[in-house]
């Protein structure tokens, strides 16, 4: 579990400012200025999945709250989609916690994850895959925590065809529409859509995204997104030819 180990010391060594500093700032105190003085830092692949990982647990716990409430299965759903080990939940927690309660909206940390991750737009469609999956933990995904995800897809720069991609690629093979999965109209030929499947298949092949700072331990979710766009190039494939 490579990225949870001292998580927040090893982000110390690191500045990221912007709300992401402050709020490592609060938790960490005095200890951040000493990192710095230390030289410490993350080598060129930790640093990324620590960033993701430092994304998710801010953005999972402002959309906790979204509809008023904190629900126990959205919070088991963070936990388990993590892979957040026994011995780390107590620092991952206390992240959490200091994001649900603090005053500071999801719209600042969106913006610099965008920036972040500026040019990475497949790392950035996973972050809002997940975001999906914790808020169907409890059973429905509310109008609010809806707007919530759509709103941050929007500041990472997603537009509305990738924010419906995302979607329905997360129904079942058997309900999902394939021309909204791979971005694709009923009447575009063929071939279009086939680049726009093998486009979309490279982007979020899972050892890319690896590649890219996507930690291991959150990979299923781009699993299960592959598996989609596949179903669905295979649908289209037997619409047309039929």
């Known amino acids: 579990m490579a990225i949870w180990g001292s998580l927040i010391g090893g982000m110390i060594g690191f500045s ?25 830092g993350f080598g060129s692949f930790a640093q990324p999945q620590q960033v993701f990982a430092l994304s998710l647990i801010v953005l999972s716990a402002k959309l906790s709250k979204a509809d008023g409430q904190v ?32 005053k500071t909206g999801y719209e600042p940390y ?6 972040i991750y500026k040019g990475n737009i497949n790392v950035l469609e996973e972050v809002i895959n997940i975001l999906f ?24 720069g997603l537009n509305d065809v990738q924010i419906n991609g995302i979607k329905e690629s997360r129904k079942s093979s058997d309900k999902l529409n394939p021309y909204i999965v791979l971005e694709s109209k009923p009447d575009d030929p063929v071939e279009v859509i086939r680049k726009r499947y093998l486009k979309l298949s490279k982007e979020h092949h899972p050892d ?9 331990e959150v990979i299923d979710e781009s699993k299960a997104k592959m598996r989609a766009i596949n179903s669905a190039w295979d649908q289209i ?3 047309k030819t039929s």
Do not use: C, H, T, W
């Open 133 to 156: 999956y914790i808020a169907e933990a409890d059973g429905n995904v509310s109008d609010s925590e809806m707007r919530m995800i759509e709103d941050i897809a929007r500041i990472f």
């Open 71 to 102: 629900s126990r299965e959205e919070l088991i759903a963070v936990k388990e989609k993590l892979k957040i080990p026994e011995s780390e939940l107590d620092q991952v927690g206390k992240i959490f916690n200091k994001a649900k309660e603090e």
């Open 16 to 40: 990221l400012g912007g709300p992401f500093g402050m709020l490592l700032g609060s938790l960490i105190g005095g200890k951040i200025s000493r990192a710095k003085a230390r030289s410490s």
């Open 110 to 115: 969106a913006k610099q994850i965008g920036q």
């Open 208 to 216: 890319l995204l690896v590649s890219k700072g996507v930690p291991q």
């Open 237 to 239: 494939q037997k619409l």
